[in-house]
């Protein structure tokens, strides 16, 4: 493999402004009930130049009323309503088309921000240009119950190639697909419908630049809704019926063929990319088959045998999902 060519693919380097423009995309659908305290984690970080792009997806329940009553007391707001379901995929590329921001970044309808956090995002890719990509740990919560964080998942290895093989080696919930990248990024890398489009996504925004994760929280994730687990999110997007019964092959099948195919990957070398999809494809595999699975197989010999307390640790929830 060949070190980066900068004069490739590099991440543009932004303005160093005081308060660079942040964007901000909550697709929702049906988020009545939950979508006023994901706002109000967003306002509540101060940061003077903000927007946030709401995308109703044709909800049946009264979210259009919640959010236009939002929107008349917060000029930062900007709320639209699909005339018919567009699907997940599709409504997360709406709020993005809609964003003005130097920088942007999704935020799901039911999670929140860390208070303080989006500052030390916009801080950080002000002064770090050759970063595509900066979270803080992520808390999943499941119901009222925190469950595990995500920590210790820095990508800064100097070649794109180890770091897209690092990220598919490490990934287990995908989640830092909703940290702070420079929208130029975001934009580069079309959405597809398919299982672990997030894990794709931060893969090639690893292969564009190096990733942070600060040793904080920064985001809250909820394990519910089409977080649930990788089969209720297959059944959500249609999924046919491998992909929904071995979600991690397919996965690892992606991986291997995204490398080959991608405009992101496509101006490397033949052989070069071949590896890396070997690589990445391998990694997935192990990573899940070969380091978690054996936790999945523990577990249900332990139920087998009548034993009550279950083994936990971060990986043993590795079914639920980061959408």
């Known amino acids: 493999m060949r070190p980066d060519r900068s004069n490739r693919v590099h991440v543009k380097e932004l303005r160093n402004d005081a308060f660079p423009r942040v964007s901000i995309g909550i697709p929702t659908y049906n988020g009545a009930k939950r979508i006023a305290s994901t706002i109000m984690s967003i306002l509540n970080q101060g940061y003077p130049n903000l927007e946030i792009i709401i995308s109703d997806n044709c909800s049946s329940d009264n979210t259009e009323e919640v959010c236009a009553d939002l929107c008349?007391?917060?000029q930062f707001l900007h709320y639209f309503r699909q005339k018919e379901n567009i699907g997940i995929i599709g409504n997360y590329k709406f709020v993005l088309s809609k964003a003005s921001g130097e920088l942007y970044m999704w935020v799901a309808d039911d999670d929140s921000l860390e208070?303080?956090?989006?500052q030390k995002y916009v801080d950080f890719l002000t002064s770090h240009p050759s970063y595509s990509l900066v979270s803080?740990?992520?808390?999943?919560?499941?119901?009222?119950?925190a469950a595990f964080?995500?920590?210790d998942f820095n990508i800064e290895q100097s070649s794109c190639y180890w770091r897209v093989i690092r990220y598919y080696s490490k990934v287990i919930h995908g989640a830092m697909y909703y940290g702070l990248m420079p929208r130029e990024v975001a934009t580069k890398l079309p959405l597809q419908n398919r299982m672990g489009e997030d894990w794709h996504f931060v893969a090639k925004a690893a292969f564009l630049g190096k990733i942070k994760m600060?040793?904080?929280i920064g985001y809250n994730k909820k394990l519910n809704g089409s977080s649930k687990t990788l089969k209720h999110y297959a059944k959500l997007i249609g999924a046919p019926w491998f992909s929904t019964n071995f979600p991690h092959a397919q996965i690892a099948l992606d991986a291997f063929a995204e490398i080959m195919t991608s405009p992101i990957y496509i101006e490397r070398?033949?052989?070069s990319r071949l590896a890396l999809a070997l690589g990445a494809c391998l990694g997935t595999l192990f990573n899940h088959?070969?380091?978690?699975?054996?936790?999945?197989i523990g577990g249900k010999i332990r139920r087998l045998f009548g034993f009550k307390k279950k083994l936990r640790t971060p990986n043993s929830l590795k079914e639920e999902w980061a959408w």
Not at 115 to 118: D, E, Q, Y
Not at 136 to 145: K, L, N, T
């Open 149 to 151: 964080v995500e920590k």
């Open 115 to 118: 208070p303080g956090i989006l």
């Open 269 to 271: 070398p033949l052989y």
């Open 289 to 296: 088959y070969g380091r978690e699975y054996p936790f999945i």
């Open 136 to 145: 803080g740990e992520i808390r999943y919560w499941s119901g009222d119950q």
């Open 72 to 74: 008349k007391k917060n």
């Open 214 to 216: 600060f040793d904080c």
